[in-house]
């Protein structure tokens, strides 16, 4: 695998358009593995530079990390780049990233932005159940990944104050194909990769790409959890001053979403000892069960419905677009649009709670309770001793969330033009442009609640409840129509449409080896359209059996009069200034100041302070945008193979938002200091590259909570790291690579600690003929318990928390035929 920090970004990330030469290597899928340091590249400054004139610190990962590696997920690819935090446990997708100790308070990446070629694959990285994440596969079709952190990423884009990380396509620059198959050997997952590019004419190219896959995925559920694939395409067609390319894409993808589980936690909340359960696996178990499949629930219309839980993270995406590129009369004018019709669901089982199996049986249905399997082999049955239910006596009450993304389209289209010219002895480049983008949010929380089993390998069973007199309690399995474990809430549906147009401008200069550079963007924001919910709580006869029992008084219903209205503005100003200085051929200094917003989507939504829910207008003006400032100074040097930057950086973080899991609002105000460092050195066929981040974050205001005041932000570690070492021959390469952290606390309140790992993973290549390439990969070679986040905040008096851990050890093996 190949990680280098390259201090370049291509024109897709760039508030600058670059010329068509400069544009072209900068996202081609030749690039050489290490940037020189005399190559000219574009970052954040008015014109083409080399590395080590830029202020801003781009890092990439190239394809070649989809063979070696072979990452489970688009996070765990996420999680190889410096400086950034990437919880990759909730499987394909539904990730929590953060940078440079910026706070992830609910979920998503609320202060980053995923981009496709440069434009965002949805507007908000943090839609509820909606992140961007879901949206986005990696495959053979990927050229390279690449990240700025920081820096001037407020003026490079709407809505990442914290950092762009952009997925550049391949464009068919190389002729040339591959296909790969691989099988996972200690998990149940079949995929296949290909792809295919090359010159149709001198003036020409093309490149298709895409993957298909099915098995249950790195944890066992016992269904087909994960299954579909994508196909991606593009032309471009090159004239004497630029090119046009338009391109596609088609995603209809099924993977498990992975939430809390269980596991058992002695100790003392600062000195815990985590313990996976009887019979329950918190590294390769999960919470969902070939035993609970289909949900039963009222739809967005108030009529019976029946969903399944294999639905899982569902992404349908129909995407296309164009980019194109010219020199016109001294400037060189670029535009890259794209229209993406997304929708989808996300279906996943919750553990409101997790308690022995008679306590939650007397709890539903009263003293003396009975418990019968609902589903499964003894479905019918009586449990004769709720003591061994499941090897462990334990039982979830679980809230599915069953959210219909029934529209996230969004419409982008960024104009840009740059031109260069003499000035006082030095040179200068003047850029302006215009963004505009069309964000849907429109979906419907159509929750339920269950009773099951706490068992592993996708053999938990959904349970019934009869009480003293034998009377059901339960239908099915299902104790509500309703989220009942979380007071009968969140029956909710709403369809809104946000605007966002922004100017923006940049100015470079360079004197000798000093080069200047600042830029602004203006972002005005429409928000418009209405929101039902919380429904409430009636009586139906769900199964038309004539009877009503108890979870059919248990029934949320959408309401379908007196919407709520969404109908406000906003607008505010982003600013990013910097300076770098080139001490000598090898090494420079640079230093810069940002100041960048993110305008609040659906996470302020149901809160009457927030927004009037007669007129749609603002309450609280300042809810609508969170502001993000930051200071960085850093060295960077690099000679020969060697290379190595670092940087000191300062951030202050305002927070409005908003947790579906908790039911808890945010208003908040953070700061984090710490250092970034990077490095890699080659020699031969022999590499290493790493990467550690130190923060120091806390909690500097909390308008609901003042006690969290001086308390370090959850799940905020003060370190983390990672770092690979490879050897690549002509017959064969094997590598290394460690991903960690220090320890970090569940929750704000600093109490339990989330105890820090290192996750080891490797990969063996061998090349028996030209084109052929066999590949073992391991990841989590020593299957380390990793928990990324946790409900508790403290020990329960049971001992059990629900938690989420990075997967087990996975091995798969692979063939992969190059033509």
């Keep these: 695998m190949k990680i280098r920090h390259t201090l370049a970004l291509s024109a897709a990330l760039s508030a600058f358009a670059m010329p068509a030469m400069a544009q072209d290597a900068a996202t081609s899928e030749e690039d050489p593995p290490v940037i020189d340091a005399s190559e000219i590249v574009v970052t954040a400054v008015a014109r083409g530079q080399n590395v080590l004139d830029s202020s801003v610190s781009v890092s990439s990962i190239d394809s070649e990390a989809l063979v070696d590696l072979a990452p489970r997920s688009s996070a765990e690819l996420i999680r190889q780049i410096p400086g950034i935090r990437s919880e990759s446990s909730g499987g394909d997708g539904n990730a929590n990233i953060a940078v440079r100790g910026l706070p992830v308070a609910s979920g998503g990446a609320k202060f980053l932005q995923l981009q496709e070629d440069g434009l965002p694959i949805l507007e908000f990285g943090d839609i509820t159940f909606g992140n961007a994440d879901i949206f986005l596969r990696t495959d053979y079709s990927v050229a390279r990944v690449e990240a700025v952190r920081g820096g001037s ?73 994960s299954r579909g694939g994508q196909i991606k395409a593009n032309i471009t067609r090159n004239f004497a001053n630029g090119y046009v390319r338009v391109y596609g894409k088609y995603l209809n993808d099924h993977s498990v979403a992975y939430l809390p589980n269980p596991v058992f936690v002695t100790g003392s909340d600062a000195d815990p000892t985590y313990t996976s359960i009887a019979n329950f696996s918190i590294n390769s178990n999960s919470l969902h069960s070939r035993n609970f499949r289909p949900i039963t629930t009222l739809d967005q219309a108030n009529q019976v419905q029946t969903y399944n839980i294999d639905e899982g993270m569902h992404p349908k995406v129909l995407a296309g677009g164009f980019e194109a590129e010219f020199d016109v009369g001294g400037f060189t004018v670029t535009n890259r649009f794209r229209y993406a019709d997304i929708s989808g669901a996300f279906v996943s089982p919750f553990p409101g709670s997790v308690t022995g199996a008679q306590a939650a049986a007397d709890a539903i249905g009263g003293p003396s309770s009975s418990l019968f399997y609902a589903t499964g082999p003894q479905a019918g049955q009586i449990v004769a001793n709720p003591a061994s239910l499941g090897g462990n006596g334990l039982v979830a009450n679980i809230v599915t969330f069953n959210t219909r993304l029934n529209s996230l389209d969004n419409l982008t289209n960024d104009l840009r033009a740059t031109t260069e010219f003499d000035v006082g002895g030095g040179s ?35 349970l019934d ?109 982003s600013y990013s200034v910097g300076a770098n200085y080139l001490v000598s051929d090898s090494f420079s200094i640079f230093g810069r100041y940002s100041r960048g917003g993110r305008a609040n989507a659906d996470r302020i939504l149901f809160n009457a302070n927030n927004i009037d829910p007669a007129t749609g207008e603002l309450r609280n003006s300042d809810v609508a945008v969170d502001f993000v400032k930051q200071a960085e100074i850093g060295v960077k040097y690099r000679a020969g193979g060697l290379s190595f930057y670092a940087t000191a950086f300062d951030a202050r973080t305002e927070e409005e938002n908003f947790e579906a899991t908790t039911q808890t609002v945010f208003s908040r105000a953070y700061k984090a200091r710490g250092v970034e460092l990077e490095g890699s050195y080659r020699m031969g066929p022999f590499s290493l590259s790493g990467g550690a981040t130190y923060t120091d974050a806390e909690i500097d205001r909390d308008n609901i909570s003042p006690a969290n005041v001086g308390n370090m932000p959850r799940r905020q570690a003060d370190w983390i790291y990672q770092a690979t070492a490879a050897y690549d021959s002509e017959l064969f390469g094997l590598g290394v690579n460690a991903v960690g952290t220090s320890d970090s606390y569940a929750q704000d309140s600093n109490q339990l600690v989330l105890l820090g790992f290192t996750a080891v993973n490797a990969f063996v290549n061998l090349r028996p003929a030209d084109g052929i390439t066999l590949s073992l990969n391991a990841n989590n070679v020593f299957d380390v318990e990793g928990f990324t986040e946790a409900e508790e905040g403290a020990i329960p008096a049971n001992g059990i928390v629900r938690a989420r851990s990075i997967n087990g050890r996975t091995l798969s093996a692979s063939v992969r035929f190059d033509f």
């Design 428 to 462: 200068a480049s003047l850029t302006g442009g215009f963004y505009y983008s069309q964000q849907d949010i429109d979906t419907a929380w159509l929750w339920t609640s269950h009773l099951m089993s706490v068992q592993g390998d996708g053999d938990a069973v959904l």
């Design 465 to 573: 409840v009869r009480n003293a007199a034998g009377v059901p309690q339960t239908q099915n399995g299902t104790v509500g129509y309703s989220a009942a474990f979380f007071g009968n809430c969140c029956r909710r549906s709403y369809d809104l449409e946000y605007t966002t147009k922004a100017p923006f401008a940049a100015l470079g200069l360079e004197f000798g080896g000093l080069s200047l550079d600042g830029s602004i963007r203006w972002d005005f924001s429409e928000a418009k359209g209405r929101t039902f919910g919380d429904g409430p709580v009636t009586t139906r006869d769900i199964n038309g059996n004539g009877a009503i029992n108890r979870a059919e008084t248990l029934v949320s219903v959408l309401p379908t009069t007196g919407a709520a209205l969404v109908d406000y503005d906003t607008d505010y100003l």
């Design 153 to 225: 990423a407020s003026t490079f884009a709407s809505n990442s104050p914290g950092g762009v990380i952009n997925f550049i396509s391949k464009t068919g620059t190389r002729e040339g194909g591959s296909l790969g198959l691989t099988a996972g050997l200690d998990y149940r997952e079949f995929r296949a990769d290909f792809d295919y590019g090359g010159s149709i004419d001198d003036n020409t190219d093309f490149h298709i790409g895409g993957f298909s896959h099915i098995g249950d995925g790195p944890r066992d559920v016992g269904y087909d959890g």
